[in-house]
């Protein structure tokens, strides 16, 4: 390999990270002397100018790149953006926290020279030589947890499954892209877990650092993120994991509705037409706000005016659908007399699919 061609992209994904990503740059500058890299910044629009910081850097030097996203979130799916933005054969993802060790980039990449069998060199905080640092025996337990459960998606026998440190050959990552599951922090597993054949690696240690500026996005979010994932691998191809949320809400949407109709009905004692209306209404925006919330986290509705919009095209959507509802449980009831239940069933599953097509199509459909 000669020197002058681009041997390896560093994909740094940010969000909130702007006094770190110079320190950064700097660092990687050290510990990268002879050779031909480039840094990729994948920032998801964050509100503390992180991605003006590293334009900063880039008019300086040709070596750093940016790629801003707007209206997207997820530390995976920038991971993914940014490694397919690349043409250098290997790609590293490092955090842009300094929490990851760079000086141990030169090894992995030495790892992945020597050895063209290998497709992964991983930064694993649980080989001899590496450490969590300093962190508290409540992140150690839950993440002792995580690496419990991803064990057992997993194929391959990884100390570290949750490690967001390593570096890949490019063209391994390309090969799988349209089938990675893209949600959350674990893009590691992901890729693991989404190649067809068992992926050869080699883990190197090194010991996780502590962060000194900005704040962790890890949260309840992220670790929800994360059982979606599992759950993505495991069943994923039978039952889409969105459409799974969207239904679970739409069952809590049934509940509520019955709730309503009994307080204004039975307890407060209006009429039924008007208790139902009230249900509906009810029901429609809980389900409209949780599947804003969760659902479709990523794309998440923001503001009066778009929530209003998405709120009146998701009524719309979901009036349509009570109607194919009834329609078609009528339907199959006319022709299977008695068969009541299974009707009502058909009924829910078509009204279901319809809500759940149109509205990521009409609702959340912007991007
Ligand atoms: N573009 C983008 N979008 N970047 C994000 C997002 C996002 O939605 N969320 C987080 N990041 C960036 C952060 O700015 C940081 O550079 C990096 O991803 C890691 O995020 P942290 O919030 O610092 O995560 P952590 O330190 O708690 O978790 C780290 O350790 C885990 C192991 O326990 C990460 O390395 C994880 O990947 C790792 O699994
Ligand atoms: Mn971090």
Redesign the pocket.
Known sequence: MTADRLELAIV??????RA?VPVLIARLDAALTGIRWEAIV???DSPDGTADAARDLARADARVRVIQ?IGR???S??CIEGMCATAAPLVAVI???L??DETLLPAMLGALHDDPRLDLAIGS?FVAGGGTGEWDRD?VAK?AF?TRLARRVLKADLTDP????FMVRTAVVRAIVPDLSAIG???LLDIMTTSPRPLAFVELPYT?RV?TA?????DHV?AMEYLIALYDRMFGRFVPVRFAMFSAIGALGAALHLSTVWLFFRAIGTSFLLATIIATMTAMTFNFCLNNALTYRDRRLKGWRPLLDGWMSFCVVCSVGAVANIGIAAFVHDVRQGAWAASALIGVLVGAVWNYALSSRFTWGRY
Request: glycine share 10%.
């Open positions: 740094v994904p940010t969000f909130n990270e770190n994948v920032d998801d996203r979130r997820g530390l799916s920038a955090d842009g926290d929490q990851h905080r992140r993440s995580a949750m490690s967001g440190f922090f674990k893009i996780f962060r900005g704040e962790s996005k890890l992220v």
